[in-house]
Nanobody, 130 residues
Framework: QVQLVESGGGLVQAGGSLRLSCSLS????????MAWYRQAPGNARELVAS?????????????HYGDSVKGRFTISRDVEKNTVDLQMNSLKFEDTGVYYC??????????????????WGQGTHVTVSS
């Protein structure tokens, strides 16, 4: 099973930027969806951004953003480095929370592709000071 390791969290002033990176331990899986979620203290985990790889090199990935981060955050995938990154600009106090990397993927088995499996990272803390 693939493992995810996040990095890039930290303390930043409001208006600043951070870049989170999530490294996948394996590259021989079929990626269905890659995403970043976050959870603020006392709140439920919420989707920040998601990316669904294109069906071929002719079709780009499909991305989706939560309403609160549209225009400020950008999710991207680096196939060579086997990472999914989140560029966060114009950070606000309310962006504070633990950010989790998420991947839904399938493994190749002797019988064919497995059922999709969800994997979460351990989380990285982002603190935005006002």
């Amino acid at each position: 099973q693939v493992q995810l390791v996040e990095s890039g969290g930290g303390l930043v002033q409001a208006g600043g930027s951070l870049r989170l990176s999530c490294s996948l331990s394996r590259n021989n899986i079929l990626i269905n969806t890659m995403a970043w979620y976050r959870q603020a203290p006392g709140n439920a985990r919420e989707l920040v951004a998601s990316l669904t790889p294109g069906e071929s090199t002719d079709y780009g990935a499909s991305v989706h953003y939560g309403d609160s981060v549209k225009g400020r955050f950008t999710i991207s995938r680096d196939v060579e480095k086997n990472t999914v990154d989140l560029q966060m600009n114009s950070l606000k106090f309310e962006d504070t929370g633990v950010y989790y990397c998420y991947v839904r993927g399938q493994n190749w088995l002797p019988t064919g592709w497995s059922s999709p499996r969800d994997t979460w990272g351990q989380g990285t803390h982002v603190t935005v000071s006002s």
